[in-house]
């Protein structure tokens, strides 16, 4: 019987911003790429983040996804497992929007969705036919989609329950890569599969692991009324679209709905133009994160520093909306130009991106691009107030008594975020990458 090891790979730097989490869920990628994998093959995933490869296992083929700050990481696996002549494919984000870099290190590569293509490779590796490129030059229908393999999760807790309703965004945001993986093109599923699955899990709460599950309004609702009744808790990502509809957040708060991330971005308008994203307006955020609260859904504000009309006032702005909204959690990212994508090309044309490692690219500890209107420095250090101020006790008090939505469990979390900070705070990020990987390409 062949056998296959399925690698979700995360590189040591990221591992340590993703356990420091308070909450990490279940990756799925790999769980519903073994669905279609015949039942000849033994499968084996480990998910790094969970557990370690163990470099004894003996395997015919190895199956790789990573994000770009993992590149080299995953490049260092791949050439320890091709030094025993096992054959190394990978996958996902990084590899399609570089295919060629991902070439150099990889037997095979998939550049795009691999549904179908998957099934024709597996097959011809048997038959000692297999090519070395295989591009997804259609869409991939989603309907009749196998359902994960769950023996192939590493969480057996109450986090275990993931799955996707849709695939991709009809928005085009500069920064993006889900938009430029997709094509700016949105599929769904057959809403009886995506509630099969759904009540499919033991558990009681389930992420829908969605790039925006607000993409299209009236899907969204008819797949709230049809997950009803399985009376589950859940949460996904959302654009902005979301706020807008009292009949999607009722729906959505019957369903079980108790959180959605919402894609805020800035509190500049200017910035929120100049990406591309001026379907966010600023002036009905606070207006939208009270009608979401009003259908006791507590909001994860996703928020970027770091656009070209960003001034150094932009963060103390940010945390007094963010306060004088009630916002129950947030995620500060700082702006990452992630290559193949609309933003990345028009900073390599402006000379501004100043590095290349792909490590740096982890939207946390570095600024891989020369900000406009302030210093690289400015920028962090904007980024760390954010953080401290956000998970301060002053602020936590601040913003959960202006809204009390779902306290019993937002405000233990915010708690828990901000004693993670902390205690993330006191170890320096340059003294663990040195003592980790050296320069260069880290070895593994
Ligand atoms: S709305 Fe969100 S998912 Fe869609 S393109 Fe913009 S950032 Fe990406």
């Known amino acids: 019987m062949p056998k296959l090891l399925l690698i979700t790979a995360s590189s040591p730097e990221i591992r340590r911003v993703r356990r420091a989490r308070v909450l990490n869920f279940q990756q799925i990628t790999m769980p519903y790429l073994a669905s279609r994998v015949s039942r000849n093959w033994e499968v084996v995933h480990v998910d790094e983040e969970a557990g370690e490869i163990d470099w ?11 994000h770009t700050p993992s590149a080299y990481h995953a490049y260092s696996i791949a050439a320890r497992f091709r030094s025993r002549g096992v054959c190394v494919v990978m996958g996902g984000p990084h590899v399609t929007l570089l295919p060629e870099e991902a070439g150099q290190h ?27 490129v295989y591009q997804q030059t259609s869409t991939p229908s989603l309907e009749n989609a196998p359902q994960a393999r769950k023996e192939l999760f590493h969480r057996r807790d109450y986090t275990n329950g993931v799955l996707f309703a849709t695939r991709g965004c009809t928005n085009r945001c500069d920064f993006c890569t889900v938009a430029v993986m997709y094509r700016h093109q949105l599929r769904k599923r057959p809403i009886a599969e995506v509630a099969a699955e759904y009540a499919s899990f033991d558990g009681d709460v389930i992420i829908f692991w969605d790039d925006n599950i607000a993409a299209d309004i009236a899907y969204a609702k008819e797949l709230f009324r049809a997950i009803a009744p399985y009376r589950k808790w859940w949460s996904s990502q959302a654009s902005i679209h979301a706020g807008r509809d009292d009949e999607f957040l009722e729906a959505a708060a019957l369903s079980g709905c108790k959180q959605l991330f919402l894609g805020l971005e800035s509190v500049s308008q200017q910035s929120m133009a100049e990406v591309h994203k001026g379907f966010n307006r600023v002036e009905e955020y ?112 601040k913003r959960l008594s202006r809204s009390p939505v779902q306290l019993w469990w937002t405000l233990p979390l915010n708690l828990a975020y901000g004693y993670q900070w902390n205690r993330r705070r006191s170890t320096p990020p340059e003294r663990e990458r040195r003592n980790s990987s050296g320069a260069g390409v880290p070895t593994f």
């Not at 550049?111 to 297999?130: K, Y």
């Open 56 to 66: 004894r296992i003996d395997v015919d083929v190895v199956g790789i996804t990573f």
């Open 286 to 397: 606070l207006q939208i994160i009270e009608r979401i609260h009003a259908h006791g859904i507590a909001v994860q504000a996703g928020i970027v520093f770091g656009f070209d009309h960003d001034v150094t006032g932009i963060f103390e702005e940010t945390l007094d909306f963010l306060e004088e909204a009630g916002v129950q959690n947030a995620t500060f990212n700082i702006l990452t130009p992630f290559p193949g994508t609309p933003l990345f090309t028009r900073m390599e044309a402006e000379g501004r991106i100043l590095t290349r490692d792909w490590r740096k690219y982890n939207s946390r500890d570095d600024v891989i691009y020369q900000p406009k209107r302030m210093s690289v420095e400015e920028l962090l250090g904007g980024y760390r107030y954010a953080n401290e101020r956000f998970y301060s006790l002053r602020s936590i008090s």
């Open 106 to 132: 990889a037997d095979v590569i998939f550049i795009g969705e691999a549904e179908g293509l998957w099934e024709e490779f597996l097959q011809s590796f048997e038959e000692g036919t297999h090519l070395c």
